[in-house]
């Protein structure tokens, strides 16, 4: 009987992790430590940096070619620059947010991972995520300024804000349409069931159809700077900003009625949803916004922002404190459905701000980035660190079952050595390590991947040949040397690791491939019924180490399968 509630007791005790890992801290804010901070000097950043897998991206503007020049940075965890690309030419007002696409195919083609950036200048570029190099560019009108605004995903295609319209292209690069409209400034189009709506400084709401074309609606006497915001099928919620305040309206875009939801403040920021709630602010108070059935005021806090509104964490809004004073406003919704300030954040050099924050959790750690105008950049994080995460259903009971099992034979052991039954307590430990290696085989090859890789300098630019067609270049490319010829095969996209490349390429190509299974992994045996004395992989010039189906591969990869 003793046994068994000692049994119990460790059971419990190894399953509390799991619960802690599903509880919340909401005192987070307190524990934020400073980890680093970077001042980019005589520029300014206006639009929120941007946390993609274990990079960083942020853009700096200039009012002036004498302070700075725009870049777009790439930064690591630790605030280590990875990579840089400038633009010269764009000058002033580099304000529209950096935009990430994951790899894909559609309609319009395929496209790797990529990073999408519109510059004053009216270039709009698609940049390699990893190094930076350009995909491919489109230009744009350029009156005095060229792109301010967000541009805006719809399946396949991007619709970027032009300054004078929006231009359409396929995520390949390809121009779909282009269309004139009014002047625009800092705004951004909507997608709603394959039509496009976007607003511009004479208060004009823009209608594109899908067969291109146009109608107008006069919102009023003022300018529409914001992205209108989505409320249902048939609506949409428009910050119209005037000379002294600024109107929220409700388009029925059936009918064409326009209702006024709430009488704001001046110089408005750009409004958010959250959940059935709109966000929004200007310089006087934070305003929120219920839209479940008809859009109405809830409540409004005293706040001036007119930036960006940040939601993380899923129920944290964050604001930047636009006066020189500077820091930023913490605000959520409370049980009862109203807004209410939770915190501030101050630091030593704050100063004006528009960019909103960014966002980041990694094993119950919570990071943030937050930028002001004069271009300090910061890194922060809480020190709670989950000891387990229960991410998934299905790992958590095959966890819990492993631990059992773990715990029932080692059990059994201590009682066989209590007993001196030395033999049959050897037999047992030896069961528990050949459970332990079984469960843990692909952690262990996973960290020698990951061990590999960190050592590993390769660059795909190394491997690339000039031969190939362009339209390979940012995407991964498949190599089959055989002892009697050679085989090509580029412009995959989304594959993760070495054999999932493979198995795709040698079946689009019509190729053979034989697999056979080891304890140490899937191994290649023969590509096209040829064997020899094997097969071997290389990836961006590298020799591979491991199983291929354990060898992860970025989305510019050049992987080479020799025949031995």
């Excluded at 005095?144 to 032009?162: E, M, Q, R, V």
């Excluded at 304890?519 to 023969?526: I, L, R, T």
Aim: hydrophobic share 40%; glycine share 8%.
């Amino acid at each position: 009987m003793r046994i068994i509630a000692t049994f119990f007791a460790v059971l419990l005790f190894l399953l509390a992790p799991i619960s802690a890992a599903e509880s919340n801290d909401s005192n987070w804010t307190s524990d934020l430590t400073q980890q680093w901070d970077i001042d980019f000097e005589a520029v300014y950043v206006s639009t929120r940096p941007v946390i993609i897998d274990e990079s960083i991206y942020v853009r700096t503007s200039s009012s002036t070619i004498d302070n700075g020049v725009p870049t777009i940075y790439s930064l690591d965890f630790s605030g280590n620059q990875q990579w840089e690309v400038t633009n010269p030419n764009s000058t002033k007002q580099d304000m529209s947010p950096i935009l990430s696409v994951s790899a894909g195919n559609g309609e319009c083609g395929n496209w790797p991972d990529m990073l999408l950036i519109g510059w004053s200048d009216g270039l709009f570029q698609a940049l390699n995520p990893t190094n930076g190099n350009v995909i491919w560019q489109h230009s744009t009108e350029f009156l005095s300024w060229g792109i301010t605004g967000k541009a805006t995903l719809d399946g396949d295609s991007i619709i970027i804000p032009t300054r004078t319209g929006i231009d359409k292209l396929c995520l390949d690069g390809d121009l779909e349409f282009s269309q004139q409209l009014g002047l625009g400034w800092r705004n951004s189009p909507t997608a709603l069931n394959g039509e496009y709506w976007i607003g511009d400084e004479s208060g004009t709401l823009w209608h594109v159809s899908a067969n291109q074309s146009v109608n107008s609606y006069s919102i009023g006497e003022g300018k529409i700077r914001h992205q209108p915001l989505i409320i249902d099928d048939d609506n949409l919620l428009i910050h119209l900003q005037l000379p002294s305040e600024s109107e929220l309206k409700s388009l029925d875009t059936t009918t064409g009625e326009l209702t006024t939801v709430a009488k704001l403040g001046s110089s408005p920021a750009m409004p958010e949803i959250m959940n059935q709630y709109v966000i929004t602010a200007d310089a006087s108070y934070v305003s929120l916004i219920d839209c479940l059935e008809n859009c109405h005021m809830v409540n409004q806090v005293p706040f001036r922002s007119n930036g960006e509104v940040s939601i993380i964490f899923d129920d944290y809004i964050f604001l930047p404190h636009n006066s020189q004073e500077g820091g930023y406003g913490i605000f959520t919704i409370s049980d009862e459905g109203e807004l209410y300030q939770v915190d501030t954040l101050n630091f030593a050099d704050d100063w004006y701000g528009t960019a909103g924050l960014a966002g980041h959790e990694v094993n119950g750690q919570k990071q943030i980035l937050v930028v002001n105008d004069n271009a300090n950049l910061k890194f922060l994080s809480t020190d709670y660190v989950l000891t387990l995460e229960s991410s998934n259903a299905d790992s958590d009971w095959a966890t819990i079952f492993a631990m059992v099992l773990a715990l029932i034979i080692i059990s059994t052991t201590g009682i066989q050595l209590l007993r001196e039954r030395f033999q049959s307590a050897f037999k047992f430990f030896i069961l528990f390590i050949t459970i332990l290696v079984y469960f843990s085989l692909g952690d262990i090859i996973s960290a020698w991947a990951d061990l590999v890789e960190d050592s590993d300098n390769s660059d795909p630019d190394d491997a690339w040949s000039e031969n190939w067609p362009d339209k390979w270049l940012g995407t991964q490319v498949v190599i089959f040397e055989f002892k009697d010829g050679l085989i090509e095969a580029g412009g995959y996209v989304g594959h993760e690791d070495v054999l999932e490349l493979t198995k795709y390429a040698t079946s689009e190509q019509g190729i053979d491939l034989e697999i056979s299974d080891t304890s140490f992994g899937k191994y290649v045996v023969s590509i096209d019924g040829k064997s020899g004395d094997g097969w071997e992989y290389y990836v961006n010039g590298q020799a591979g180490t491991i199983s291929a189906e354990y060898q992860s591969i970025d989305s510019n990869a050049v992987v080479v399968w020799k025949q031995l």
